[in-house]
C-alpha cells in the first residue's frame, strides 16, 4: 500500500510539474504570425494550379533573360530587373483580407531622370476578379500615410534598381 502511494504521490507531482512548465511555457511565448482566412473559391482563378517543376521554372528564367537582352538593347531607357523581391510582412497584409483568393500583379514603368525602370505593382484580388487595396487603418498603411487605399510596389530588385 505505501509503495502504491509513493508511486501515486511521484505521478501526481511529476504531472503536476509537467503541466505548470508546459503552461509557462506556452503562455510566456510570444504569439507569432498571423492568420489568414482561405475563404473557398470557385472562380476559375482557384481552379488553376499555380505550381510548375523547377526544370520548367529554369526554362521560363531562362528565355525571358533572351528577351530581357533584347529589349534592352532595343530600349535603352527601360531598365528591366530579372525579377523583384517582395517581403512577407507586405504580403500578409495584402493576404489577410478576408475576401482575399489571389494576388495580382500589375506591370508599370516608373519614370526616371535617366531611365525608366519595368516595375512590378501587386494588389489582392477577390472572388468576382476585382481588386483589392489595402485600406486605411491597417499596419501597413498607418506607416506610408498618404491616400487611403494601397497596392505594393517597389519589390527588392535583382540586379537592383536605380
Do not use: W
Request: charged share 25%.
Amino acid at each position: 500500500m505505501r509503495k502504491i502511494k509513493k508511486s501515486l504521490s511521484a505521478a501526481v507531482v511529476l504531472t503536476v510539474a509537467f503541466t505548470s512548465i508546459s503552461l509557462l511555457f506556452f503562455s510566456c511565448k510570444e504569439a507569432v504570425g498571423v492568420t489568414i482566412p482561405l475563404p473557398k473559391d470557385t472562380s476559375a482563378l482557384g481552379k488553376i494550379d499555380h505550381f510548375i517543376p523547377l526544370d520548367q521554372l529554369e526554362v521560363l528564367k531562362k528565355d525571358f533573360a533572351v528577351q530581357q537582352d533584347s529589349i534592352n538593347r532595343g530600349v535603352p531607357n527601360l531598365y528591366i530587373p530579372t525579377s523583384e523581391a517582395f517581403n512577407k510582412a507586405a504580403l500578409l497584409e495584402l493576404l489577410k483580407d478576408p475576401n482575399n483568393v489571389g494576388i495580382r500583379i500589375y506591370y508599370g514603368v516608373k519614370k526616371g531622370d535617366n531611365r525608366n525602370e519595368f516595375r512590378m505593382v501587386l494588389v489582392g484580388v477577390d472572388q468576382q476578379g476585382k481588386d483589392l487595396l489595402i485600406t486605411r487603418g491597417s499596419a501597413i498603411a498607418s506607416k506610408i500615410g498618404g491616400d487611403t487605399r494601397f497596392g505594393l510596389e517597389f519589390g527588392q530588385c535583382n540586379p537592383p534598381c536605380h
